[in-house]
């Protein structure tokens, strides 16, 4: 059964620091595409990043450059999202999701629940 388990989110202050976590399982994480996505609080979904089977980095939101950066280990079946410098306006759930393909630009097709971040002092 595949499944996708985001952890790591929670509350921290502005400019702190968090890393999520994105756990694949029932499939071969290595041939797929993982992205990350965040719907904040009455916003729709937007993307973060996405990373190819082979670590193409695609960076959806100019928003977190220089910020965020995102990373697989294939032998952990672990994407990785690492957090830095967090604005208020990073707070919201955070999504993995398993790519159609091996590449980000064919879209997602699985979703994990998501955790949710808290930016607030």
């Known amino acids: 059964q595949l499944q996708l388990v985001e952890s790591g989110g929670g509350l921290v202050q502005p400019g702190g620091s968090l890393r999520l976590s994105c756990a694949g399982s029932g499939f071969a994480l290595n041939l797929y595409a993982i992205g990350w996505f965040r719907q904040a609080p009455g916003k729709d979904r937007e993307g973060v990043f996405c990373i190819s089977s082979s670590g193409l980095i695609t960076n959806y939101a100019d928003s977190v450059k220089g910020r965020f950066t995102i990373s697989r280990y294939n032998d952990k079946n672990t994407v990785y999202l690492q957090m830095n410098s967090l604005k208020p306006e990073d707070t919201g759930v955070y999504y993995c999701?398993?790519?159609?393909?091996?590449?980000?630009?064919?879209?997602?097709?699985?979703w994990g629940k998501g955790t949710l971040v808290t930016v607030s002092s």
């Open positions: 999701a398993r790519g159609k393909s091996s590449m980000c630009l064919y879209g997602m097709a699985d």
